[in-house]
């Protein structure tokens, strides 16, 4: 069964490791096999704006007319709270560590009791487009005199950071994101201003314009914020797609060596072996090695590698280090698989694929799995001497651009189809490869 409606407002995976897709027509659950099934809710609105879960478990979803609770045994959401007022609907709702559940209306905002299923708290405003819970409990807000801040531990009104209330645009902006940037500072993005990076420890603002931002901020209507596990942040756009800030580049910034080094090279992939050698390949530049212990960049000689090219008519798309640190170099329609030894890049074997290959990655099983600009899959197993080919989709443009191992075993694909992206998930079923749409 396919998702209710196209337009998604949230996914979330819970302490089960339950993948929710919340939707503006309803809400559908993800199993571990892919399959997707759609979730009954007990509410006059089909909005499933958002969902949480509490400390023991429990999850909680906002359809703007009701809160509802996932029952368990009857697989479906039962309404816990009903809201009629138009002036109520909540836009935002928060899990506090008190497992209350914070609601933030148009003009009003209520705390309630999951245990007891009522009303504790009701605090009322003017418009409030916008709030975000901090994970110490201070739960921040847009009003139209600026960003208002509640304590959620005791319940009462908090003063607004001096460097924010002291700013002269900031003080006053219409916030409409914020996001926990690292573990000391915020994004605060404003509806007409740009955004905003605030420090919590140093108490200072920038903004996006002035020196010592921490990232380039790309010239797009910013409406989603995401940092990964490895610190990268992936920006969402209204009508741009994403783009990524890595957080190896604000490593290179810091490193006047390292930026000098790499400075005007178009770097296509940088990725880390596990002897804390950072790889860095470039699109008509080579290949370079940074040992950060050591603070020093090697040129990697790439003759031995590639014997019958000349060193312009190498062309990276990317490299990858499998699980026994064996890299891997993709580059034209050439797939390169290396070992370090001694400090050296020994050649261990090259395979060539039609079209190259774009992103690659390796499963549970240590099979490694490739795809490029073509209709196929690429399967390399344990032992083999060969890559498998497996073909994905009817003949036709695809290109596949990213493949990434989900901790189930399972693999995700993201393709592009005639300018469109779509997700899709890849499992074994009697033996034959389903592709099911996400």
Known sequence: MSLPGNRVQQIFTDSKGRIWICTAVGISLLNQQGEVSRIPMESDSRNARQIRETSDGRLFLNTSSHICEYDEEENRFVSRFYLPLEHSVPINIFIDKADRLWGIGLYHITCFDVEKYEKL??????????????????LWFSQPQGLQIIDTKTGNYMPVPMAIRAHPVLSSANVTLIHPYDEVSLLIRTDTHGLYYYNIYTNEVLHESDNGFPFEVPDMEITALYTDKNKNLWIGSYDQGFTVRYHYKQRFNTNDYLRVQTENKSVVAVVADKEKNLWI?????????????ENRLIYIPLQHLFPDMHPNQILF?????????????????????????????????????????????EDHSGTIWGAGTNEFMYKLSPGATAFEQITLYPKSFHFTNGLLT???GKLMIATLNEHLYFWTL???????????PI
């Not at 390949?281 to 212990?293: F, I, P, V, Y």
């Not at 640190?325 to 050439?334: D, G, P, S, Y």
């Not at 890849?426 to 099911?436: D, G």
């Open 426 to 436: 890849l499992r074994v079923k009697n033996k034959h490869w389903k592709l099911i």
């Open 281 to 293: 390949a470039t699109r008509r530049h080579g290949l370079m090695q940074w040992s950060e212990k």
């Open 406 to 408: 989900l901790s189930g």
């Open 317 to 361: 798309s990317g490299i990858f280090v499998d699980s026994r640190n064996h890299i891997w170099l993709q580059a034209n329609t050439r797939l390169v698989e290396c070992k370090l030894n001694q400090g050296e890049l020994r050649h261990v074997k090259t395979y060539h694929l039609p079209d190259g290959i774009n992103c690659m990655t």
């Open 121 to 138: 708290l009701t605090f009322q405003n003017e418009m409030t487009p916008y709030g975000f819970l901090r994970s110490n409990g201070e």
